[in-house]
T-cell receptor
Framework: GAGVSQSPSNKVTEKGKDVELRCDPI?????LYWYRQSLGQGLEFLIY????????KSGLPSDRFSAERTGGSVSTLTIQRTQQEDSAVYLC???????????????FGPGTRLTVL | DAKTTQPNSMESNEEEPVHLPCNHS???????IHWYRQLPSQGPEYVIH???SNVNNRMASLAIAEDRKSSTLILHRATLRDAAVYYC??????????FGKGTSLLVTP
């Protein structure tokens, strides 16, 4: 079946511009996560959605970052007034259920590589 | 999450077994041991997880020490496609994955 898809695969933007990154999770997955990965670094958690519950935004690095998930499916991560330090690969993942992290496998998309000039 | 320690890099010949170690001396009784890997220019991919007993699946085997302070991911016959960064993490009640630097596996023909 189809996996997690993300678009665009690459995005180059100028400092100060806004960008929108899209994630289509696996159908039926109720939990959706956004991470980012800077060059040579590990994963940095950004935000988590579970069904209709309020998202956990504790990982968002600043108020320039926001995300929404419409209809419990597609999610959009928006970065306003981009800065050069926002350059990274933004990864989306989904899973069949939330919370119970001890054994909950996450399925990742290929990521969006964002470059801010 | 409790911390894990992995070697920065390892090298293997194609079609030979690979043993990737992970130390987690501060593991708690309810921590699960998970392994993910990340192929070049791709998102991370789940490999295997376990709690106390050794586990096998189509991708790999996970050997867990009796005291659970270490574990080993075993690839039985490495292929060129197995060249990736392998991450060992401990998971409990949280949902966010917290990867460190992992082990970069190089597979040579």
């Amino acid at each position: 079946g189809a996996g997690v898809s993300q678009s665009p695969s690459n995005k180059v933007t100028e400092k100060g511009k806004d960008v929108e990154l899209r994630c289509d999770p696996i159908s039926g997955h109720t939990a959706l996560y956004w991470y980012r990965q800077s060059l040579g670094q590990g994963l940095e958690f950004l935000i988590y959605f579970q069904g209709n519950s309020a998202p956990d935004k504790s990982g968002l690095p600043s108020d320039r970052f926001s995300a929404e998930r419409t209809g419990g499916s597609v999610s959009t991560l928006t970065i306003q007034r981009t800065q050069q330090e926002d350059s990274a690969v933004y990864l989306c993942a989904s899973s069949t259920r939330a919370g119970a992290g001890a054994y909950n496998e996450q399925f990742f998309g290929p990521g969006t590589r964002l470059t801010v000039l | 999450d409790a911390k894990t320690t992995q070697p920065n890099s390892m090298e293997s010949n194609e079609e030979e077994p690979v043993h990737l170690p992970c130390n987690h001396s501060t593991i708690s009784g309810t921590d699960y041991i998970h392994w993910y890997r990340q192929l070049p220019s791709q998102g991370p991919e789940y490999v295997i997880h376990g709690l106390t007993s050794n586990v096998n699946n189509r991708m790999a085997s996970l050997a867990i020490a009796e005291d659970r302070k270490s574990s080993t991911l075993i690839l039985h016959r490495a292929t060129l496609r197995d060249a990736a960064v392998y991450y060992c993490i401990l998971r409990n009640s949280g949902y966010a994955l917290n990867f460190g630097k992992g082990t970069s596996l190089l597979v040579t023909p």
